[in-house]
């Protein structure tokens, strides 16, 4: 099995090679503590943590009803590590700090609001990430991650978006690590029965499937010349985290825990700027297009 879960931890370290603060820095202003805003005033939301922890809105800057709102999700966090890199790397921190790393790219462009799913180091239901980008009104949903596969050889980047059956076996594979961390949220959180599943998915409407597929193709387009891809780099499969039915969503591997390159260069803060780089990229071009209309 790929090393994907604490049990397989191969050290105890967690650390990263940037200062933990980081992790934990506000965005343009914004508070810590459940969904972090930027540029502009948000409604209230967030029921982070499977105890229904209730956070206040943070209400940062002018309010810009024109600039679209992008909510990133960094994966994981919490009791739930994410996948465990051979150096002992979490992928819940590395989703943290290209979360917060992208923020910053996305604010500095002055085109766009930007709220994080978390902000801080905990475990958040998959429910509740997609809740967040609903109440939120959000135009775009990006989720982060650097998973573990069962092939340690495998390295690059890849996009996922929506779909009721996977592209292939290993993406099946993924989308089944992910949507079992809930589990991590105790008996509170209780994953939907396939059926249930089955029919939130189908909410995923025509309109906003193209729209994810679009903003996959854009980033696959931007990462070509920066970033090393799978092949065939934009996959799809039933991840609960992309189901919302109006918000174009894609899920982005910016690598993978499992591969030692691969954790070697995200651990490092100009690798994870550079994919950063590339994601706003793709977010500018997605917004710039025309297909941008699917957004809603
Ligand atoms: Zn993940």
């Known amino acids: 099995m790929a090393p994907h879960r604490p049990h397989l931890l191969l050290s105890p370290s967690s650390s990263l090679s940037v200062p933990r603060r980081t992790f934990l820095g506000h965005v343009a202003g914004g508070v810590a503590g459940g969904a972090v805003l930027a540029g502009a005033a948000l409604p209230a939301l967030a029921r982070a943590g499977h105890g229904g922890v209730l956070h206040a809105p943070a209400v940062v800057g002018r309010a810009a009803p024109s600039k679209p709102l992008v909510m990133l999700d960094p994966g994981h966090g919490g009791k739930d590590p994410g996948a465990i890199g051979f150096s002992g790397t979490y992928e819940k921190h590395v989703a943290e700090a290209a979360a917060q790393e992208l923020s910053r790219q996305l604010l500095a462009t002055g ?14 239901p998959l429910d509740s990430r997609v809740d967040m980008a609903q109440q939120h009104g959000a135009a775009l949903f990006i ?7 069962h092939n340690a050889s495998v390295r690059g980047a890849s996009v996922y978006t929506h779909a009721h059956g996977a592209s292939d076996s290993q993406t099946a594979d993924l989308a089944r690590t992910e949507n079992s961390a809930d589990r991590f949220g105790g008996p509170m959180v209780h994953g939907a029965s396939p059926e249930v599943q089955q029919i939130l998915a189908s909410l995923v409407t025509e309109e906003t499937r193209k729209g994810s ?84």
């Open 143 to 149: 989720s982060m991650h650097a998973d573990a596969l």
């Open 213 to 296: 597929s679009h903003m996959a193709q854009a980033v696959v387009s931007a990462f070509q010349s920066r970033v090393q891809l799978l092949t065939h780099p934009h996959r799809h499969a039933a991840f609960a985290v992309l189901k919302s039915a109006q918000i174009p969503s894609v899920l982005v591997e910016m690598g993978f825990m499992s591969n030692r390159l691969d954790e070697a260069a995200l651990r490092q803060a100009g690798h994870r700027a550079m994919v950063a780089g590339a994601m706003c990229n793709a977010v500018n071009r997605y917004f710039a297009s025309a297909g941008a209309g699917l957004a809603g």
């Open 111 to 124: 085109r766009y609001r930007v709220a994080l799913t978390r902000a801080s180091d905990h475990f958040i």
